[in-house]
């Protein structure tokens, strides 16, 4: 199974009210593995870059709203590609994989916004995986934020001064495999990088089913001294009914 944790900064909370993508950044999980797969996007939103906002992720120093002295640090995007020049390369990286997503309903507007202005197919609501409501329902009543979760599990978000699109895929990417029990859920034995067929099918391992059943380890006496407890029990001993 292909997933990828993906993540957005933006200028604002709306696309609606002209607010536009400036990052993107997504891992790649198989069978809930990471296979090093990661995609990193900064993109130039087209406009100005509100004071809140730079102070939440830091980057568009350069295109701040704001007049007076400019704010030193952070990442440039004058020099960044829009949005449909990199919108195809995003969606190849995609693919057909299950998204992972923090507050799904949020990135997911964006994205569409952003690929419909760009003349790009959009991302269906279905194929995103909302961790902030995995969260709410596992532990209902308790914080869900990210920084929250990371609390919760011990996961080591001590990089994360700033959001960043990247830097919160890798931290989700964890806090998502604590959510579902942990990294091998499934109790099939995965690997981040899958064996191929001739026709270049992905194939997962499975345990395969002995030829020869174990023999049995139990003694004739304690074979006998069993029989013996079930005749003490009678026939309505659930050992004597038959599965």
Same mark, same amino acid.
Request: proline share 8%.
């Given at each position: ?62 295109? =701040? +709203?704001?007049? !007076?002295? $400019? ?12 949005? /449909? &020049? ?11 994989a299950q998204l992972v997503i923090h507050n ?10 952003? =690929? +419909?202005?760009? !003349?790009? $197919? ?5 194929r995103a995986t909302d961790t902030l409501m995995? /969260? &709410? ?28 699109? =990247? ?77």
């Amino acid at each position: 199974m292909r997933e990828i944790v993906l993540d957005t900064e933006t200028t604002g909370l709306e696309p609606s009210e002209g607010h536009r993508i400036v990052e993107i950044g997504g891992l790649e999980l198989y069978n809930h593995l990471p296979t090093g797969r990661t995609y990193h996007q900064y993109i130039n939103p087209e406009r100005g870059m509100p004071l809140g906002a730079f102070q939440v992720h830091g980057i568009g120093h350069d295109i =701040l +709203e704001t007049p !007076g002295q $400019p704010v030193p640090g952070g990442v440039t995007l004058r020099d960044k590609p829009v949005f /449909a &020049r990199i919108g195809q390369a995003f969606l190849d990286f995609v693919g057909d994989a299950q998204l992972v997503i923090h507050n799904a309903s949020f990135d997911m507007k964006f994205l569409n916004f952003e =690929l +419909e202005r760009a !003349g790009l $197919p959009g991302l269906p609501f279905n194929r995103a995986t909302d961790t902030l409501m995995m /969260a &709410r329902t596992k532990f209902p009543g308790s914080p869900a934020t990210l920084d929250a979760l990371c609390r919760r599990f011990g996961v080591d978000n001590s990089m994360r001064e700033k959001h960043g699109a =990247l830097l919160d895929s890798e931290i989700l990417a964890e806090v998502y495999l604590e959510l579902i029990g942990g990294r091998q859920p499934d109790l099939v034995l995965g690997s981040a990088d899958p064996a191929r067929s001739a026709s270049g099918e992905a194939l997962t391992w499975r345990p395969r089913s002995r030829p020869e059943p174990l023999p049995p380890r139990i003694t004739e006496a304690e074979q006998a001294a069993h029989a013996e407890m079930l005749a003490k029990l009678g026939d309505a001993a659930i050992w004597r009914q038959s599965a």
